[in-house]
T-cell receptor
Framework: DVKVTQSSRYLVKRTGEKVFLECVQDMDHENMFWYRQDPGLGLRLIYFSYDVKMKEKGDIPEGYSVSREKKERFSLILESASTNQTSMYLC???????????FGSGTRLTVV | AQTVTQSQPEMSVQEAETVTLSCTYDTSENNYYLFWYKQPPSRQMILVIRQEAYKQQNATENRFSVNFQKAAKSFSLKISDSQLGDTAMYFC???????????FGTGTRLQVFP
């Protein structure tokens, strides 16, 4: 069963900490994505990557960076966590065929 | 810029009945994809159904079907013979050709009652 795995289901961090959210896919997909999910706002794209070491900003990149050193792994980095980054973070992957699937099960991050 | 609107924050349906979830979108693109995703309490986003805009025939997947009205920019999801396991958040999403970038609506929370 192909899948996207996010390393943490729940995470609590302090304001100002550097936070790493990890995502691994086992389907050899070229594309990987990080979304943020907030009630009443749906999912919003933070960053995506079309290839190793390639990255592009999504709709809400401020306060985030990403790293893709290997094809199967895509990391989301919060350089200095803030309380307004408390949210659910979802990773996804796709091959260039017009379908983004599967998604990971999400990391619920709380910044205190 | 493209937008996706889901005007029903919450809906409920009795088991075995049929329910329709609404979605409208706005775009100037002519070629695109539309999707419905399901997010159960487990939080895993699951692709339910996919429609290519150039195809006039409505997509179906077992109990799930869509009513795609391109001119009206409407893309509703019909769930027939609702089951308790259909309880979830449902998201409508848009993707322009050659972008792989999904734009989501705000979601509809569906509750199926026994």
């Amino acid at each position: 069963d192909v899948k996207v795995t996010q390393s943490s289901r729940y995470l609590v961090k302090r304001t100002g900490e550097k936070v790493f959210l990890e995502c691994v896919q086992d389907m050899d997909h070229e594309n990987m994505f990080w979304y943020r999910q907030d009630p009443g706002l749906g999912l919003r794209l933070i960053y995506f990557s079309y290839d190793v070491k390639m990255k592009e900003k999504g709709d809400i990149p401020e306060g985030y960076s990403v790293s893709r050193e290997k094809k199967e792994r895509f990391s989301l980095i919060l350089e200095s966590a803030s309380t307004n980054q408390t949210s659910m973070y979802l990773c996804a992957s796709s091959s260039p065929a017009g379908t983004v699937s599967p998604f990971g099960s999400g990391t619920r991050l709380t910044v205190v | 810029a493209q937008t996706v609107t889901q005007s029903q924050p919450e809906m409920s349906v009795q088991e075995a009945e049929t329910v329709t979830l609404s979605c409208t979108y706005d775009t100037s693109e002519n070629n695109y994809y539309l999707f419905w995703y399901k997010q159960p309490p487990s939080r895993q986003m699951i692709l339910v159904i996919r429609q290519e805009a150039y195809k006039q025939q409505n997509a179906t997947e077992n109990r799930f079907s869509v009513n795609f009205q391109k001119a009206a920019k409407s893309f509703s999801l019909k769930i027939s013979d609702s089951q308790l396991g259909d309880t979830a958040m449902y998201f409508c999403a848009f993707m322009a050709y050659n972008t792989d970038k999904l734009i989501f609506g705000t979601g509809t929370r569906l509750q199926v009652f026994p």
